[in-house]
Nanobody, 126 residues
């Protein structure tokens, strides 16, 4: 299995920026799809961005134009650049990975991914 560790969360004011990282290790097969999810207590875990092995990306409408998903294959690291943050972006953010071929585009679901990080908290104050 793949081990994933998120970092980079924190507290910012409305309009601020954060860059999240997700370091992957322990994989024996190439990762086909990686994604960022977010979850507020009491809500479903929502897939917000995906990146395929070929570099193709997709985003949910609420973050389109503000967030950018990317990866550095040499560092085995996934990133999420978050700009123009809003209070509605406050959530626990998780990265996920899947080595099998699947539909790596929004919408994605928790069950689409076999490996998960522990999460990093993002708080945007109003």
């Amino acid at each position: 299995q793949v081990q994933l560790v998120e970092s980079g969360g924190g507290k910012v004011h409305t309009g601020g920026s954060l860059k999240l990282s997700c370091a992957a290790s322990g994989y024996r097969s190439s990762i086909y799809c990686m994604a960022w999810f977010r979850q507020v207590p009491g809500n479903d875990r929502e897939g917000i961005a995906t990146i395929e092995s070929d570099g193709s990306t997709s985003y949910t409408d609420s973050v389109e134009g503000r967030f950018t998903i990317s990866k550095d294959n040499a560092k085995d690291t996934l990133y999420l650049q978050m700009n123009s943050l809003k209070p509605e972006d406050t959530a626990m953010y998780y990265c996920a990975a899947e080595t099998k071929t699947m539909g790596c585009w929004i919408p994605v679901w928790e069950t689409d991914f076999g490996d998960w990080g522990q999460g990093t908290q993002v708080t945007v104050s109003s």
